[in-house]
């Protein structure tokens, strides 16, 4: 009986549909585990075989799970709406509607190919209206909250209006305007359009103006992705900076509760630090600098810094290009030089200007005034100081930072060398603890005495507060797109301005409306201001950020069919946290933090009993293609050789190619040139090698497929190789795997070869799940090669059945569970490859005791359902089993088989290793001697002499001397 797995495969895929096997209740009363893939935006390229990567290890740990009697939810879901749909569905002529549903129902059939265990009733789509709905009442929900610091929550923006009718906003600071302050009868004073203002400023969801990559000639806004070097990515058309009204959520306000959470979730260490970086809090203190030739009482250059302390090393300011004061200082000499320098700035995202090492700056012409020398110091403006963060402003001190120093240098800016404490001595110095005492803000840091005593004279002498800042800011949520969530707003008086007021709960979904045509809104706006219907009702035209519906999506999975809630407190309360959360390392910023202060938000408001989303996290590694190189010639000579190479392309083979510019290289392919074109009078002058990407698919190996790759390309129809023994041998280079370098591998065609659970094993046995590592498909052979060896172990391919109702042996009881004790302790703690080679060294250990006892078999097949589980499913029914293996129970360990009481012994006549036998741990020098001497191998090699001494090391070897 042969493994057929194409026939078996393509059955338990029915099978498991039609009997709903992977449904899971909210009612169970075995305990819960969630285990979560970040889900896919569904690409029309769809599945590659890296992609897969993390759903295989997900899936293994969930069938583990149930294996091992927990209540498991594993679901599957599409990141639909956003821009990559969008702009797929523009390079192709389609709405992305039907794009987005088609490359969805691709997903979908590739990844039942491979077996997943997901309930699929419980699918969700981000750009369901049944879905969106709820991402609509969420974010209305943060719009009608503030963040009440005194309770360290979000609260109903209710109560913040009771306050300000009592008191005003003395108990609340106005986040969004400090400077802003009112008493309770300056409130009620206040018109409605005035309050709402104020409101907006508390909002955690609120609107305000912001800078957007501007592109006039594609007239709509871009990415920052979308942007490179100042120009669009589609096109190279010019970009520029333009402030539109966005909206943003106030995810500053949850910082410190972002940081705190940090410390009770399993993340890597690697990943805390870039969420910790991001987030970037730091202690310092803001300090306030006259602008010499100002009017008295004119706004000052006020700066961020946290080194206070080193205030008398100050050569020189910068301020941001986009900072406030730079036009109103700017002098007339140094006017068109800044002009300059701004329409260059204009033209570059953030990202670049973080990321780019190379300096530039400009002298506005102004001076800032030192507060304690009275020292005249210039002020430059620069794009590596970035209004977002700080004040826009820092004090620049050389000889303290390199960055600073550097900027100095090529600028050729005099660099003097005071820093430390020169505070000393200006008046009495307080002392540290005296300080500490009345700086809750200090939050116990313990800080340098030069610090603390810096920050008290700034206060004291009324131009410095001690400050603690971010580096993150709030969150920017629209985007002027089409296919995205609609915002449940509309805007009283007219578009855009006056009053936002929140559609009812009633009303929603508010749905996106289905036009033909989405191409940018006037000025900017989003495509929803070109649709009549929407603008007559004074709808909001943004929509938002592809990130909106994934910051919840994971809630929505344990309640999907719930109508009247986005997630019922029960299915929340029963489910709880994502105990095991896997995906790539490129969402450790944007989607995590954002994922984890909606749920901290949803916990204050109380519609939730959790505020960390996620237990526990794994980031899966890159599956790195392994492309194939040929190498074309490219000739220079004497007769027609040009015009001939053009239309009959030569190739020279990878050893050849690597022999260029040696006399070698030039004679053997002269010689072979003049044979290709059959011309003994042709004279090569030069000889040069172009590499190209071939597609992998038609290259065994390292070898080419020449017959394919003639007819993989029209111009390669007539093509001529040049070989080495003759194969056509292609170079090989490690890279990302991508379409465009031809090195894509997909997961249809390798089940289709080799069946899903080879494929399933492979992949986990390329190595860690956390590590990239490059595919080869030439691998795969040997898991192969390893299921069809085990499938010998209860059939064989011309006797048929061969398994036995047979008491098992000692030593096989002790072979299979070693095998269960490796592949549970490498399954628990994610190491899959070596899961996979646990069960490759038991299946072997099997083979060789020519053990077929279903006593043991039984226990093989619980154990391999997580990695091979179409073939465990067929060869538990084949065994007479009725109920699916994943109901069946994972073996339980007995201890006595794993205690070794034998060991196998290398046997050396003379040193060197002629055998190997086993024998008992107990066993004496005397018993060892008569075991070894009768050993036939061993009589044979001793060939009649006599040993003169049996060497017995215990647990380590023998060696018998002649």
């Known amino acids: ?130 879905y969106y709905k709820w991402t609509q009442w969420i974010f209305l929900q943060l719009f009608d909250s503030f963040y009440d610091k005194r309770e360290n929550k979000a609260m109903p923006i209710e109560a913040l209006v009771r306050n300000f009718e009592k008191d005003g906003n ?50 709509t806004v871009l990415a920052n992705d979308e942007v490179i070097n100042g120009v669009s990515e589609r096109g190279g058309f010019p970009v520029v900076k333009k402030k539109l009204r966005q909206w943003y959520l106030r995810i500053t306000d949850y910082a410190d509760r972002l940081l705190e959470g940090l410390e009770t979730v399993d993340f890597s260490d690697a990943m805390k630090e870039m969420q910790t970086n991001w987030i970037g809090k730091s202690f310092g203190a803001e300090i306030d600098f006259d602008i010499f030739g100002q009017p008295a009482g004119s706004a000052k250059l006020r700066v961020y810094t946290t080194r206070p302390d080193t205030l008398f090393g100050v050569d020189f ?48 012409g102004a001076f800032a005034i030192h507060p304690f020398s009275g020292l005249h110091i210039p002020i430059w403006t620069s794009e590596y100081v970035l209004a977002g963060y700080g004040t826009g402003a820092i004090m620049a001190v050389p000889c303290g930072d390199q960055r600073d120093f550097t ?82 707003i509309v805007w009283t008086n007219s578009l855009g301005f006056g009053i936002a007021e929140a559609l009812p709960e009633t009303a929603l979904p508010l749905e996106l409306p289905h036009v033909e045509k989405y191409g940018p809104g006037p000025e900017g706006e989003g495509p929803l201001a070109n649709v009549p219907e929407w603008t007559a009702r004074h709808l909001e035209t943004n929509t938002m950020p592809g990130y909106a519906g994934s910051s919840w999506y994971f809630l929505r999975y344990m309640d999907p069919h719930n109508e009247d809630s986005f997630c019922s407190r029960a299915a929340s309360d029963y489910w709880g946290q994502v105990d095991l959360y896997i995906g790539g390392a490129e969402h450790a910023v944007g989607h995590l933090l954002y994922s984890r202060m909606w749920t901290k938000f949803l916990y204050d408001r109380g519609y939730i ?113 040049i070989l080495e023994e003759d194969k056509y041998i292609c170079g090989v280079e490690v890279e990302k795997m991508s379409k465009r370098l031809y090195n894509v591998v997909n997961p249809n065609d390798l089940v289709a070869k080799y069946g899903a659970d080879t494929y399933r094993m492979y992949e986990m046995f390329l190595g860690p799940v956390e590590q990239s590592k490059p595919w080869d498909t030439k691998g795969i052979e040997g898991v192969y090669r390893f299921i069809r060896k085990l499938w010998r172990l209860f059939f064989d391919e011309t006797k048929g059945k061969v398994w036995k109702t047979d008491k098992a042996t000692e030593q096989e009881l002790k072979c299979i569970y070693r095998t269960i004790k490796k592949v549970e302790d490498a399954t628990e703690r994610f190491s899959f490859n070596t ?9 072997n250990e099997l083979t060789d005791l020519k053990c077929h006892k279903k006593e043991v078999l039984d226990r093989l097949i619980v154990i391999l359902a997580p990695y091979a589980p179409h073939l465990a499913e067929e060869l538990w029914h084949l065994l007479g089993n009725t109920t699916s293996v994943l109901d069946a129970p994972f073996p339980v360990v007995e201890e006595k088989y794993l205690v070794e009481s034998a060991k196998n012994y290398p046997i050396a006549i003379n040193g060197k290793t002629r055998t190997e036998l086993n024998i008992a741990l107990d066993a004496t020098q005397q018993q060892v001697e008569e075991i070894v001497l009768a050993d036939d191998i061993v009589k044979k090699w001793l060939d009649g002499n006599t040993p003169k001494k049996v060497v017995y090391v215990k647990n380590k070897m023998i060696n018998v001397v002649v």
């Not at 505020?611 to 027609?640: A, H, T």
């Not at 510019?661 to 040139?673: D, I, M």
């Not at 899961?835 to 299946?843: K, T, Y």
Request: proline share 5%; net charge negative; with cysteine.
């Open 1 to 130: 009986m042969e493994y057929n797995f194409g026939d078996i495969e393509k059955k338990w895929q029915r099978l498991w549909t039609e009997q709903g096997i992977y449904r899971v209740s909210n009612n169970a009363s075995r305990p819960k585990y969630y285990v979560l893939d970040m889900f896919p935006y569904p690409s029309g390229a769809g599945l590659h075989v890296g992609h897969p990567l993390g759903y295989i290890a997900s899936d293994i740990f969930a069938r583990y799970k149930r294996l091992k009697g927990f209540n498991v939810l594993h679901p599957m879901g599409y990141d639909a709406f956003g821009l990559p749909a969008e702009q797929y569905a523009i390079d192709h002529g389609i709405h992305p509607a039907i794009s987005t549903d088609n490359n969805i129902a691709n997903f979908r059939r590739q990844m039942d190919n491979i077996g997943f265990a997901y309930d699929w009733t419980r699918e969700v789509r981000t750009s369901d209206p049944g």
């Open 170 to 219: 003395a108990h609340h600071p106005c986040p969004g305007d400090t400077a802003l302050r009112f008493t309770a009868a300056e409130w009620s004073a206040f018109d409605r359009l005035r309050q709402q203002d104020i409101l907006m400023h508390y909002r955690l969801a609120y609107c305000g103006y912001g800078e957007v990559n501007w592109c006039e000639a594609l007239g």
């Open 317 to 364: 300011m910068v301020i941001a290009p986009e900072h406030e004061l730079l036009q109103t200082i700017t002098s007339a000499e140094q006017r068109p030089a800044v002009d300059e320098y701004l329409t260059y700035v204009k033209s570059r995202s953030e990202r670049e200007r973080m990321a780019e090492k190379k300096i530039t700056g400009c002298f506005t």
């Open 407 to 488: 900027f100095a240098r090529y600028f050729d800016l005099p660099v003097t060398n005071i820093i430390g404490d020169h505070f000393n001595g200006l008046e009495a110095n307080p002392t540290k603890e005296a300080v500490l005492q009345n700086s809750s803000f200090l939050d116990g840091l313990v800080m340098k005495d030069a610090m603390v005593i810096a920050i008290k004279k700034l206060e004291d002498k009324g131009i410095g507060t001690r400050k603690v800042n971010y580096r993150m800011r709030d969150a920017a949520f629209s985007r002027q797109r089409y296919w995205g969530e609609p915002f449940p």
């Open 609 to 721: 009993g959790h505020e960390e989303p996620y237990k526990r996290l794994i980031n899966q590694g890159m599956i790195q293609g392994s492309s194939r190189i040929v190498y074309r010639l490219e000739l220079d000579g004497s007769g027609n050789i040009d015009d001939l190479s053009k239309h009959t392309p030569v190739f020279v083979s990878a050893g050849v190619a690597a022999m260029q510019g040696s006399p070698e290289f030039h004679e053997l392919v002269s010689l072979a040139v003049r044979n290709i074109f059959s011309n003994a009078g042709i004279q090569l002058e030069s000889i040069n090698v172009s590499p190209l990407h071939v597609d992998v698919n038609i290259v065994d190996g390292v070898e080419l497929d020449i017959e394919a790759f003639k007819k993989w390309r029209t111009e390669y129809a007539d093509a001529e190789f």
């Open 835 to 843: 899961g996979v080679s646990a069960l490759m060294i038991g299946v």
